[in-house]
């Protein structure tokens, strides 16, 4: 078995090696990740520029890009003699919970390996302490897949709270909630005088209800989420149809 492991927090980050070690006896593991933090970078690819990778490890690869430039090489170019049987993303430094996940850079480099065919999943620690509870959590999901392959060619984003093991309350299948709109932002000005501006925090929850993934971490469950890549309006689609015929 091969494991293709990416993520936004770059490739030195404590998740990503939390999750290496945690499956290496289980499968042989490419960790192909950024060169340095892209969070945030959501889906964005590298077009004006060539991606530059250094192989800094045996079967570790920094790139110069974000982490869909990053799967992207992986299996169009690394591995593309020898597909991977799973693409892994994170573990994340930090939450990825409700409309965050348009935004997120660990949640995008496993929907590239679900573009591509690959089963993805996509890791994140609600929090930066307890990676070990993360790691654990990925290695009964990897090994429940490979005695029971997940029974959906879905996406999976999965948020594991941040207590000991022994605190989690269990796992709960989720919906997506949603955030209000961030809060304003921050202007500052810089040594030379001129203004700039940080984005400010995430605003708080909105639809946090029973059955959302917020709900579900708050409530100290893994939350499991899975995501559909079609953004298409399908209930939408007559209402729109009549809209020009009406035109017309």
Same mark, same amino acid.
């Given at each position: 078995?091969?494991?293709?492991?990416?993520?936004?927090?770059?490739?030195?980050?404590?998740?990503?090696?939390?999750?290496?070690?945690?499956?290496?006896?289980?499968?042989?593991?490419?960790?192909?990740?950024?060169?340095?933090?892209?969070?945030?970078?959501?889906?964005?690819?590298?077009?004006?520029?060539?991606?530059?990778?250094?192989?800094?490890?045996?079967?570790?690869?920094?790139?110069?890009?974000?982490?869909?430039?990053?799967?992207?090489?992986?299996?169009?170019?690394?591995?593309?003699?020898?597909?991977?049987?799973?693409?892994?993303?994170?573990?994340?430094?930090?939450?990825?919970?409700?409309?965050?996940?348009?935004?997120?850079?660990?949640?995008?480099?496993?929907?590239?390996?679900?573009?591509?065919?690959?089963?993805?999943?996509?890791?994140?620690?609600?929090?930066?302490?307890?990676?070990?509870?993360?790691?654990?959590?990925?290695?009964?999901?990897?090994?429940?897949?490979?005695?029971?392959?997940?029974?959906?060619?879905?996406?999976?984003?999965?948020?594991?709270?941040?207590?000991?093991?022994?605190?989690?309350?269990?796992?709960?299948?989720?919906?997506?909630?949603?955030?209000?709109?961030?809060?304003?932002?921050?202007?500052?000005? %810089?040594?030379?005088?001129?203004?700039?501006?940080?984005?400010?925090?995430?605003?708080?929850?909105?639809?946090?209800?029973?059955?959302? %993934?917020?709900?579900?971490?708050?409530?100290?469950?893994?939350?499991?989420?899975?995501?559909?890549?079609?953004?298409?309006?399908?209930?939408?689609?007559?209402?729109?149809?009549?809209?020009?015929?009406?035109?017309?």
């Amino acid at each position: 078995m091969k494991i293709l492991l990416s993520n936004d927090d770059g490739v030195h980050a404590q998740g990503i090696h939390a999750l290496a070690d945690v499956l290496r006896d289980l499968a042989e593991i490419v960790i192909v990740a950024p060169d340095r933090n892209r969070s945030g970078a959501s889906n964005s690819l590298t077009l004006e520029q060539p991606l530059r990778v250094q192989e800094i490890e045996p079967n570790t690869y920094s790139v110069q890009g974000t982490p869909t430039d990053c799967v992207h090489f992986a299996l169009n170019e690394l591995l593309k003699d020898d597909m991977p049987d799973l693409v892994l993303s994170g573990i994340n430094h930090g939450a990825n919970l409700g409309d965050d996940v348009l935004y997120s850079g660990t949640v995008a480099a496993a929907m590239e390996g679900h573009f591509l065919g690959v089963q993805s999943i996509a890791f994140s620690l609600v929090g930066k302490k307890h990676f070990e509870t993360a790691a654990t959590i990925v290695r009964q999901i990897v090994e429940q897949h490979l005695s029971n392959p997940i029974p959906t060619n879905r996406l999976l984003n999965i948020n594991i709270p941040d207590v000991a093991l022994s605190d989690l309350a269990g796992t709960q299948v989720t919906r997506l909630g949603a955030r209000h709109h961030a809060e304003p932002m921050i202007k500052q000005q %810089d040594p030379r005088g001129h203004d700039i501006f940080w984005l400010g925090p995430p605003g708080k929850e909105q639809d946090a209800g029973q059955g959302t %993934d917020f709900y579900a971490t708050e409530n100290r469950y893994v939350s499991i989420t899975p995501l559909q890549v079609d953004l298409t309006a399908h209930e939408s689609l007559r209402a729109m149809d009549d809209w020009l015929g009406e035109k017309s």
